[in-house]
């Protein structure tokens, strides 16, 4: 039996996090170490604070999953590679979710109507 892992389960605290999502390279001036560092566990805060990421909190700790990772990876690429303040990652981010929504709802449109052409055609 496979294992299949929970994207969403919440796993790492918030210094793992950090160590996680490493600000891109932009340059080939980086050095390995500097490639290596993690973001400040003080910028995951405002991420948080910002609404831009939502990591579960049990107390005062933090705890982020896998998407989670992805979305701050995200974040850190729209930021540090092509420059988009963090008001833009905001806008992205609620339009990309805007385009999820659409789909969503044309997906139960098409079962919608799949259903009612099999329901007439049997009648």
Do not use: C
Not at 20 to 49: C, F, G, N, W
Not at 113 to 119: C, K, N, V, Y
């Amino acid at each position: 039996m496979a294992f299949i892992k929970d994207r969403d389960e919440p796993i790492y605290t918030i210094s793992i996090a950090a160590k996680l999502v490493r600000p891109p390279s932009r340059t080939a001036a980086h050095t390995a170490e500097e490639a290596e560092k993690p973001i400040h566990a003080q910028t995951l805060r405002m991420y948080d604070k910002l609404g831009l990421v939502k990591p579960r909190k049990v107390g005062k700790n933090r705890f982020y999953s896998d998407r989670d990772i992805e979305r701050l990876q995200q974040i850190q690429h729209f930021t540090q590679d092509i420059g988009i303040n963090l008001a833009g990652v905001a806008y992205i981010f609620a339009l990309l979710e805007q385009v999820d929504e659409t789909e969503a709802m044309l997906l139960r449109a098409e079962a919608r109507i799949r259903e009612l052409a099999s329901g007439e055609s049997e009648e």
